[in-house]
């Protein structure tokens, strides 16, 4: 558990970064600290590595004060990801995720085991592994930095906007690996960044930090969805805040409907609705509109298939649901099994009117 | 040519004693230039002056310098050490900046996550920020290791022997191959030295030579 109390960051000047921040981060989850530039997120953050002094408070890992421990020794128990990755150019893959483990003492053959071992954690192939920084995608750099990070298998990780130097498509697969990966390795990381996106898809718990270093509420995303403090937090959660807490509200019993489909290949029976579901080995493929596909014996081909409408599964969130629904060209959402095989359909106003109800029941 | 060819072996002899006049104070100068590089780097009020008062020192004609030695070195006039030394006060004039600005060209985010993950300073200095100053540091001092090649010669009017020896006696004498054979054996030598420092640069950043063959990143491998 790492705790803030009462610190303060005042910088020569008085320009305050940091104001009386008390904060509690609980052991082997993810805190985001969330907030826009100027709201001293990072300033937090460097404070708990030591790497920013703090003016005025403690900070305390595991009950014990950080002002007492050598920085170095501090540091190389706590793994650093940063923007960017700031990976060391001149070292190769292998070499930059072995760093903190060298500092350490380890022996050669031990480091190149561990560095190779963290490269398939990470999700790299093994011939990046002599490669040199700047011979890598911004994606692959930033899976390195992640690997630096955990090498020498720290309690504590700290990530300064690890993804915000990345295309959206690639950070969305990073958020989902470090998902993934924290769900095995349980640590305490601090993660920050100006994307609230970000914070309440990645955070077990969220603080928002308004400018001049205030924390302006603290608490699990949907939380935070549901009962914004005050309307700085509310703004800062955006419009669609009501849609965006059905990703972290309980999923109602929903009836699933049964669907008219054909299969790829096949020739579509006569009768039948305007829309008819394509499967494929008893996967969804898209829709097809009866009226423009329907000949005697003609077959249903790829090219007839309406795509675009997004699937959800039978564990998804609300949100994921209603999107599938909404998103959906027959205006029905396709639900899928874990083996990805059509289970049935969902109808928005009925998800809707299942959500309302609940709502009322609370 | 015909006063080269019977005059080779001395020219030869010459050129080695030329060549470590040159070579020697560009290595003591470097190591002295590192620390005062470092400081002048580190503490933002001793930049402008460091480099201000390193590049006077560079101002001071070499003849003056090489006489005014012996004076306060107390060594006799023809010790070849005044050179030495004199030299060596050139290479820390144009090396200071040099290795200043080297390790400014060092990326922030690249030392902080240096000190991020543990490095404490010296070992930071030596196996981060060092290595990747090496690209701007080696272009300094090929710069003074040419200055050094053509300044040496002036000191053949103390008479410390090397090849500006063939200078002022080609041009005492009036011998033209002579002369001619002196301004093409310092510029073989300076040469030499450009072309040594940049293969050693080259050898000591392998990975900057990636980046240039392959010029964009490679996205083979895993996605993203």
Known sequence: ?362 | MTWFLDHWDEVITLARQHAVLAALPLAVGFLLALPLGWAARRWRTAYPILVTASGLLYTIPSLALFVLLPLVLGTRILDPLNVVVAMTIYTVALLVRTVADALGAVPEGVRSAAVALGYRAPRRFMTVELPLAVPVLVAGLRVAAVSNVSIVSVASLIGVTQLGDLLTDGYNRAIGGELITGILACLVLALLFDVTLQGLGRLLTPWVRVEQARGRPVTKGAAA
């Open chain 1, 1 to 362: 558990m790492i705790r803030f109390d009462g610190v303060s960051k005042v910088y020569p000047g008085g320009a305050v970064a940091v104001d009386n921040l008390g904060l509690t981060i609980p052991t082997g989850q993810i805190t985001v600290l969330v907030g826009p530039s100027g709201c001293g997120k990072t300033t937090s953050l460097r404070m708990i590595n030591r790497m920013v002094k703090p003016t005025s408070g403690t900070i305390t890992v595991d009950g014990q004060d950080i002002a007492r421990i050598r920085a170095s020794k501090l540091r190389r128990g706590m793994g650093y990801v940063l923007q960017d990755a700031g990976l060391f150019p001149h070292r190769t893959v292998l070499d930059n995720i072995g760093t903190v483990p060298r500092l350490l003492g380890w022996k050669r053959a031990r480091i190149q085991e561990r560095a190779r071992e963290l490269l398939e954690r990470v999700g790299l192939e093994d011939d990046l592994a002599d490669r040199y920084p700047n011979q890598l995608s911004g994606g692959q750099r930033q899976r390195v930095g992640v690997a630096r990070a955990l090498a020498a298998d720290p309690p504590v990780l700290l990530m300064d906007e690890p993804f915000s130097a990345v295309d959206p498509v690639v950070r969305d697969q990073l958020q989902s690996d470090l998902l993934a990966l924290q769900a095995d390795l349980s640590k305490t990381i601090v993660l920050v960044t100006h994307d609230i996106d970000e914070a309440l898809r990645l955070g077990d718990q969220v603080a928002v930090l308004r400018r001049g270093g205030h924390l302006a509420q603290v608490g699990s995303p949907a939380e935070l969805l549901a009962h914004p403090a005050d309307d700085f937090v509310a703004d800062f959660l955006g419009r669609d805040r009501g849609y965006r807490s059905l990703a972290f509200a309980g999923m109602p019993r929903l009836t699933l409907h049964a669907e008219r489909t054909v299969t790829l290949g096949e020739p579509l029976p006569a009768g039948g609705p305007p829309w008819v579901l394509v499967l494929d080995a008893g996967r969804p493929q898209g829709w097809v509109r009866t009226e423009e596909v329907h000949r005697p014996g003609r077959r249903v081909l790829v090219d007839d298939l309406e795509r675009g409408g997004n699937v959800a599964r039978l564990d998804s969130t609300p949100r994921e649901v209603l999107d599938a629904a909404l998103s959906s060209p027959a205006g029905r959402g396709v639900i899928i099994d874990d083996q990805g095989e059509f289970v049935g359909t969902v109808v928005a106003s009925e998800l809707l009117a299942l959500l309302e109800l609940e709502r009322g029941q609370r």
